[in-house]
């Protein structure tokens, strides 16, 4: 009866580890050395492998994030040049004194390449549609700029000054809108893209790891 007992307490795998056991012993050496150089090679193979579609995919991550985050860039630089444009000729337009006009000179030797640099990032991104909206409400605060600055030359009255001034606030409301809404989806996109480049940097480092 203990003997019974013993043998129904035997773990169910005991006889599948033991018919292996078997086949391995009855295998020859060089089967044996075969097996033991392919199993490692077959794993190193697999791991290498993954480590390369993974670091495939960490690259094209890479260059939907550099191009969402160079888009971002170039529309903040079009805006801050704007600013300096409506700080300069508002002021100009305040004191009728030029040196006030040193913002808007500067904005002038930067809008150009700024504006350019805003069309190919969104050709890249692919959102042409919104960058012509900025583009064309630029264009609009560039007129609108030298109308101000033309006025205040001739020193036109108050009334008509206040104008010019309220035309050209209504159209930068707009143009910080516009940007906004351009931005929104690329900042976005980076910092998601960044946190997936992160956990597949994890991922690559971890297969590494066991390849090695």
Known sequence: ????????????????????RQ????????VKGRIVIAIPLVALFATTSAS?????????E??????????TNAANLVLADMVNGETGVRGYAAVRDPIFLAP??????????????????????GDRRQ????????????VNFAQLRSVTSRGISVRNLRLAMEQQKTTMDLLRRQIADLTAGPAA????????ITRLTTTIDLLDGAAL
């Open 189 to 196: 996109l980076s910092a998601a893209t960044h946190n997936k």
């Open 131 to 142: 960058q012509q909206a900025v583009d064309a409400t630029t264009g609009k605060m560039l």
């Open 52 to 60: 390369l579609v993974l670091q495939h995919t960490e690259s094209r």
């Open 104 to 125: 808007y000179n500067l904005m002038l030797t930067h809008i150009g390449a700024d504006r350019n640099s805003l069309r190919d990032a969104a050709v890249v991104a």
């Open 23 to 30: 086949w391995w012993l009855n295998q020859s050496l060089r």
């Open 62 to 71: 890479r260059s939907v994030g550099l191009a969402a985050s160079n888009l």
């Open 1 to 20: 009866r203990m003997r019974s007992r013993e043998a129904s307490s035997a773990p169910l795998g005991g006889g599948q580890a033991h018919g292996f």
